[in-house]
T-cell receptor, first 114, second 108 residues
Framework: DAGVTQSPTHLIKTRGQHVTLRCSPI?????VSWYQQVLGQGPQFIFQ???????GRGNFPDRFSARQFPNYSSELNVNALLLGDSALYLC?????????????FGPGTRLTVL | GQQLNQSPQSMFIQEGEDVSMNCTSS?????WLWYKQEPGEGPVLLIALYKAGELTSNGRLTAQFGITRKDSFLNISASIPSDVGIYFCASGTYKYIFGTGTRLKVLA
């Protein structure tokens, strides 16, 4: 079974540019979450989408936006890139089991802003 | 951003030893997840806990959801070199808060 896939794996941008990251969830999962992981820290929640609707948003500026498509894949967009946006961006798909909500992560997209 | 407190921050152990780490929060949560992350990869889900007092095992790994619902523990028995990595706890509902991580190194 295919896990969560993300593209691209690596990306280099310069300050002020825009970036789009993509994620395909595990088949059958309707929810996608995005996290930012800065080197040496745990992942920080950015967004969650469920059934194409934004379900939650973390403490990130409006430069960060996302959307979910009818096939449940998702895009994360970041405008006006700053040096501090350099990080590993993780996508997680989830299914709500009888007990709770387990999130499964993709390999991430490594974004470097110069 | 808000994070959970994990301890220890790092540990070096000999192969075959048992490992214990914990995670604490000032808030009550309904779910605790434990992940392992290796360099250049995304976190891999190890164990999920949904009920206070719950004790769950996955091979050599055992995790417990604290009675107070503000903490969780992960134990690894008879460690092997491939256990090396960063272990994260996470708690929440759909919006998960992650711990600061415990970096484990196993000496053969």
């Amino acid at each position: 079974d295919a896990g969560v896939t993300q593209s691209p794996t690596h990306l280099i941008k310069t300050r002020g540019q825009h970036v789009t990251l993509r994620c395909s969830p595990i088949s059958g999962h309707k929810s996608v979450s995005w996290y930012q992981q800065v080197l040496g820290q745990g992942p920080q929640f950015i967004f969650q989408y469920y059934e194409k609707e934004e379900r939650g948003r973390g403490n990130f500026p409006d430069r960060f936006s996302a959307r979910q498509f009818p096939n449940y894949s998702s895009e994360l967009n970041v405008n006006a890139l700053l040096l501090g946006d350099s990080a590993l961006y993780l996508c997680a798909s989830s299914v709500t089991s009888g007990k709770g909500n387990e999130q499964f992560f993709g390999p991430g997209t490594r974004l470097t802003v110069l | 951003g808000q994070q959970l407190n994990q301890s220890p921050q790092s540990m070096f152990i000999q192969e075959g030893e048992d490992v214990s780490m914990n995670c604490t929060s000032s808030s009550i949560f309904n779910t605790w997840l434990w992940y392992k992350q290796e360099p250049g990869e995304g976190p891999v889900l190890l164990i999920a806990l949904y009920k206070a007092g719950e004790l769950t095992s996955n091979g050599r790994l055992t995790a417990q959801f604290g009675i107070t619902r503000k903490d969780s523990f992960l134990n690894i028995s008879a460690s092997i070199p491939s256990d090396v990595g960063i272990y994260f706890c996470a708690s929440g509902t759909y919006k998960y808060i992650f711990g600061t991580g415990t970096r484990l190194k196993v000496l053969a």
